[in-house]
């Protein structure tokens, strides 16, 4: 049975809405929405920017996203349907003005509607504009209704744990917590959310998911890309921002948290910032024991030539392409169990694989001749490219002899499921549509984040690195990393 609940009446205003992720993400997923019968009956989306375009032009512009990059194109009909309800708004989020031009849309939007319309504030805006438009939106009124007012926050949200608190405190002064989505796109994929019914709706595998029979974990997000036209905004921020802080714990919250007691919002997120409270801090002498960066170099990638970081943003920099950072987690299920995370920009592919390897067998039953290629158990959760869980098990080869073999139990979405999963925008604005946080950071879990990571910046600023670019494109990463997981008589799997 369909549990999808239809949103209420919905006005949603898009800061940056003529940039890209609007563009390539966000316009697509509404369109998504509406073509599969998601969004509310009535319904406004209005881009916001300070680009002099029409309702006309700003809809041509966004057909050419929906046309590039939208997982479902509709037909023609449906995309001129669909963007009746498209609106643009020359505005500059600096100005009071444009608020006060919002509030107007709102109140006509409530007369057509004929109902007060829910109104959410997409914001995608660059940081430096963050601290204003939160002061603009808090002091307009627009957002006195906390029930139908609600602010989507794209990252960063922050730089560091001081700056984040800062962020959050000022969100605290004219908003309820409640209103606040902030969003990783990570948790609106269905593979991540799939980690948690693995572990939960299973009797199988939470026994064993513990540090009796774990040996490590590994979370490797990698990527073949480079930094292309980001430079700008990737060199005030680097892997350790853009990638560990975010999505990468929250892989690693979903693999290691509690059993929650349902799956709504708190619930989730209190187990969530229970596994990142419990990793052990770094003190700055074990950060380079515990955490390695790298940046890549000019070299091949896919048989082209690709250029080196340094070259791509211009200038002789030492932000960090790639890092991977070794964490314990202090309490009864992983105390003893390594979870050593990595992330990089133009590296071997496109992978986000969770890695959970067993221990061997406490005992060997058969003749050690038999046994050669035995190799202990591990769970495969991948995320990308394929969607999917791998199993790996031994098995006996056929014949009269009894050797052994390891052999994989496969589960593949594309391969299982006929429906095609929906991109992690179309989950997620669906989710605040209908005022569902289970899927966003609170204030709290981001902090408790930022907290984790900030003595790694702290140390990496202090002790610029030596040996950069120190990876060549197609690579899997600086030799240091292989270092820090090998000295522990591991290797990274993927
Ligand atoms: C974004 C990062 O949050 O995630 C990008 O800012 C990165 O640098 C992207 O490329 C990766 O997302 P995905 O869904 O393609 O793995």
């Known amino acids: 049975m369909n549990n999808i609940i239809k949103p209420e009446p919905t006005i949603i205003f898009i800061f940056g809405g003529s940039g890209d992720l609007a563009n390539r993400k966000l316009i697509p997923a509404l369109y998504n929405l509406w073509l599969d019968g998601y969004m509310p009956d009535k319904f406004r989306v209005v881009g916001m920017g300070r680009t002099k375009y029409s309702d006309a032009e700003y809809r041509h512009e966004m057909n050419g996203g929906v046309n590039d990059f939208s997982r479902q194109k509709g037909s023609k009909e449906s995309w001129l349907e669909f963007s009746e309800n498209v609106k643009y708004l020359v505005s500059d989020v600096m100005d009071k003005k444009s608020y006060t031009a919002m509030g107007k849309m709102i109140d006509k939007a409530e007369k057509d509607f004929g109902a007060h319309p829910n109104v959410i504030f997409n914001l995608a805006i660059a940081p430096g504009l963050m601290d204003d438009v939160v002061r603009h939106l808090g002091?307009?009124?627009?957002?006195?209704?906390?029930?139908?007012?609600?602010?989507?926050?794209?990252?960063?949200?922050?730089?560091?744990?001081?700056?984040?608190?800062?962020?959050?405190?000022?969100?605290?002064?004219?908003?309820d917590e409640s209103?606040?989505?902030?969003?990783?796109?990570?948790l609106g994929k269905d593979a991540v959310q799939n980690i948690l019914v693995f572990r939960f709706a299973n009797l199988l595998f939470e026994p064993i998911w513990n540090n009796n029979?774990?040996?490590?974990?590994?979370?490797?997000?990698?990527?073949?890309?480079?930094?292309?036209?980001?430079?700008?905004?990737?060199d005030k921020s680097g892997a350790l921002r853009d990638m560990i802080q975010n999505h990468v714990l929250q892989l690693l919250c979903f693999t290691a948290m509690e059993p929650p007691v349902s799956f709504e919002a708190e619930g989730i997120r209190n187990r969530k910032t229970d596994v990142l409270r419990a990793i052990r801090r770094f003190k700055p002498?074990?950060?380079?024991?515990?955490?390695?960066?790298?940046?890549?170099?000019?070299g091949w990638s896919?048989?082209?030539?690709?250029?080196?970081?340094?070259?791509?943003v211009g200038k002789e920099t030492d932000t960090e392409t790639y890092a991977a950072v070794k964490l314990h987690i202090d309490n009864w299920r992983w105390r003893g169990v390594p979870f050593y995370v990595r992330s990089g920009k133009r590296m071997f592919g496109k992978t986000s694989v969770i890695t959970i390897q067993f221990k061997s067998a406490p005992h060997q039953v058969f003749p050690e001749a038999t046994a050669t290629t035995v190799k202990p158990n591990r769970i495969t959760i991948a995320i990308a490219p394929d969607t999917g869980i791998k199993i790996r098990f031994q098995s006996k080869r056929p014949g009269l002899d009894m050797m052994l073999n390891p052999v994989e139990m496969k589960f593949n979405y594309s391969e299982t499921y006929k429906d095609k999963q929906p991109e992690a925008y179309e989950t997620l604005l669906h989710d605040v549509m209908t005022a569902d946080a289970t899927l966003f950071m609170r204030s709290d879990e981001v902090e408790a984040a930022w907290a984790l990571l900030t003595p790694i910046l702290e140390a990496w600023e202090k002790n610029p690195a030596y040996d950069f670019p120190n990876y060549e494109p197609g690579s899997s990463g600086p030799k240091t990393a292989d270092a820090l997981i090998a000295k522990d008589g591991f290797h990274w799997v993927s």
């Open 139 to 175: 002091e307009s009124g627009i957002c006195r209704d906390p029930e139908c007012t609600r602010l989507v926050i794209e990252k960063p949200f922050g730089h560091d744990l001081k700056s984040a608190i800062a962020l959050n405190n000022l969100l605290k002064e004219y908003f």
């Open 179 to 186: 209103q606040i989505y902030r969003i990783d796109h990570y």
């Open 213 to 234: 029979y774990i040996e490590h974990v590994q979370i490797t997000v990698s990527e073949d890309i480079g930094v292309g036209d980001r430079g700008g905004y990737y």
């Open 285 to 298: 002498e074990d950060v380079a024991e515990n955490a390695v960066r790298g940046q890549y170099s000019e």
């Open 302 to 312: 896919k048989g082209d030539k690709a250029k080196g970081y340094r070259e791509e």
